[in-house]
Nanobody
Framework: QVRLVESGGGLVQAGGSLRLSCVASGNIFSINVMGWYRQAPGKQRELVADIRSGGTTNYADSVKGRFTISRDNSARNTVYLQMNSLKPEDTAVYYC??????????????WGQGTQVTVSS
């Protein structure tokens, strides 16, 4: 079992920055992809960024150049999302997700409880 706990959300003005953290506990060595997703009111949850165990990163087009995903390589149980140049449309609940690949087409997913990010104009 894996437990994910997010922190770092809050209220910020447009153009500001926030740093989200996600701490994983439990059987973290089974996780090979960590990611950040977000869900705005009335919208579907969407991928923001993810990072694979080899270090490869992937970003949604809407956040490229503004957000950076990274992980704590010493502890390997913490993933960060540095968010710069925030826009009101970035307002959402941000969720941390850990995935364990089972087969080429299936994976086991673990989710955190979410942290609210609100960007005022």
């Amino acid at each position: 079992q894996v437990r994910l706990v997010e922190s770092g959300g809050g209220l910020v003005q447009a153009g500001g920055s926030l740093r989200l953290s996600c701490v994983a506990s439990g059987n973290i060595f089974s996780i090979n992809v960590m990611g950040w997703y977000r869900q705005a009111p009335g919208k579907q949850r969407e991928l923001v960024a993810d990072i694979r165990s080899g270090g490869t990163t992937n970003y949604a087009d809407s956040v490229k150049g503004r957000f950076t995903i990274s992980r704590d390589n010493s502890a390997r149980n913490t993933v960060y999302l540095q968010m710069n140049s925030l826009k009101p449309e970035d307002t959402a609940v941000y969720y941390c997700k850990g995935s364990r690949t089972l087969t080429p087409s299936t994976a086991l997913a673990y989710w955190g409880q979410g942290t609210q990010v609100t960007v005022s104009s």
